[in-house]
DNA sequence: TTGTAAGCGTTATCAA
DNA sequence: TTGATAACGCTTACAA
């Protein structure tokens, strides 16, 4: 802060080149000379040289920047979401402008805003407050994840496989009723589709099953609630049945688990379980829990993959206007532990 | 992208004023008329204006960027730290660029290279790869969490207080035998302090006391092989003692837990246990877990109101050059609940 | 291979 | 209360 920052004025001076000749150090080498390069690296180090990038995106447009709105980063989800689309960094070189949202669209558009005042070059979508037909209206490549993607691109995971992966696993370690608890979800939603995957796979095997819609809570303590009272429900239905539950989420999964873990000191035979997510809980409840993991590693790539390849469209001298939205899919792997021995 | 940008000039020629006045439109409203203003607003409307602060930041300097370095975001205590760290948004103002790095010097320099770049006015480091002698030498206010801070600013959690709350919390539950197990951590680190809350407790209070100080394992699966073997050495060594376990987290107290349970199908009256962190799992596991919370919340807004002062002195046209340090305390919060009934 | 000069879209300084 | 003009530090034609 002290003296004023080198610039490539100052480098040419000292180097008896012009600002251009330095510009192109950075953006060109190869049409230096060898020895004036080396004449100008060893420049900027005498001068100590820190680049600015500012500058540069004022010149030339381009500022790298993705933004990301996110609900939060308290659920695993999120959290190992973002994990996996920071480290990106590496292969594809875009910094990321992070904003979290609750359900709130005055705010969401207004994160937007701000982030557009930056001059993001693309954006990468998982709150659920604005319609992918508003956002498609900004006009810059944007991708969403698990979420409602009918205008705009998106990778999701193949919730449908899922479902089915969890409900054959269920049906495999010898469950003789197949229960499936779900929130009511808008048929919009990607993981809506772990609904159909249960359903075609009970009717497929012709396996008797229930599907439970309801509203699973809004919070740990609520959702405690919740399926206690179900799980007691269930207890009495299917008395001599082997009950096998699939549940959207691993934290649901670990309620039940612990419930019965607290009444018989074990899981009881009669009681096959399966999650969702591959989140940590799955791993450390009091035994590992049976689930459905998300390849979070190559959502995140292929995010960044339809982005990178949008923003380049946009470099060109004549960028083609309109793109359709494409929409990925990633499998996910069922991971068979404990709750389906 | 089709049409050019409008920028102060396109407003400037239809309204018939000077950029400046356009300038002041938004950095210094009062200077003008209301009418004016009035003029202005319109225009902005009718040519659909949007900022551009990039422009902004070249003209003013400030870009009100905070970099922030964290470990990785997989683990529930740095995502839920960056989680209130960018919800400080809406209070501070500043935009917040994240970088995760792991165990990597080179890899550190680098981004906080690219940061610098991008005209930080800041940064929050939660990793351990560089001495804070070498983050102080970047002459840019720089908060750390949880880490060595000699040099820089910090704030951490009053790890000496949690050490004592979870040590007397064991005592008065009934514990005959403390045991505290750590990592063999270095004194510089602020959590080190837990081992002394541990240790004048015990003294204080004259309470028998083992400290095992050991390689903790990892990874999860290396975590498990550790304690499964510490924790059949103690129940050996304190067979028919009220064994108090004090874990430096949830995820250490959790695998003991689920242990025991695993064996007995409950908490045996001879175990108390207390971890550290109140991360989810500590809530979660099959029975609630005691634990020291951490003011997540406080933590990040002291580390931006640390942040935003010294960079608010940095903006003044006289800037003291150099500050001392800060190191702010919060106090952790005892959570009582069912491993030490 | 190198240089000149005109941007990029704001803000700051000074003057009116 | 308003304006003219020079920054801010880089890139990009176009020339040589």
Known sequence: MNKKNITFSDIAEYTHFSKTTISRYFNNPDSLTLENQQIIADALEALDY??????????????????IIIPNLYMHYYSAILDQILSTYEKYGYKFLVFTVKDNEETERKYIQELLAYKIEGMIILSHNLTSKELASY??????????????CSVNTDNYMGGVQATSLLAKSGAEILIHINADLSPEV???????GFLNTC?????????IL???????????????????????????????????????????????????????????????????????SVIPTSTVG??????????????SERIKE??????????EPVHKVITPILLKRETTK
């Open 139 to 152: 006009n810059i490549p944007i991708v969403a994840i698990e979420r409602e993607d009918k205008h705009i």
């Open 190 to 196: 990607p993981s809506y589709e772990r609904i159909h």
């Open 50 to 67: 820190k680049e600015n990038k500012v500058a540069r995106i004022l010149a030339n447009g381009k500022t790298e920047f993705i933004g």
């Open 294 to 307: 998300q390849q979070i590693d190559k959502i995140a790539d292929t995010a960044l993959q339809i982005l």
């Open 314 to 323: 946009n470099h060109k001298r004549k960028p083609r206007t309109f793109l």
């Open 203 to 211: 009717a497929e095997q012709n396996l008797p099953y229930e599907l």
């Open 214 to 284: 309801t509203d699973t809570g809004h919070s740990y303590e609520e959702s405690i609630d919740v399926f206690y009272r179900l799980l007691d429900e269930i207890d009495q239905k299917y008395k001599d049945k082997v009950k096998g539950l699939f549940l959207p989420n691993d934290t649901f999964a670990n309620i039940i688990l612990n419930r019965l873990f607290q009444r018989y000191g074990k899981l009881p035979d009669d009681y096959k379980i399966v999650g969702f997510d591959d989140s940590p809980i799955s791993r450390e």
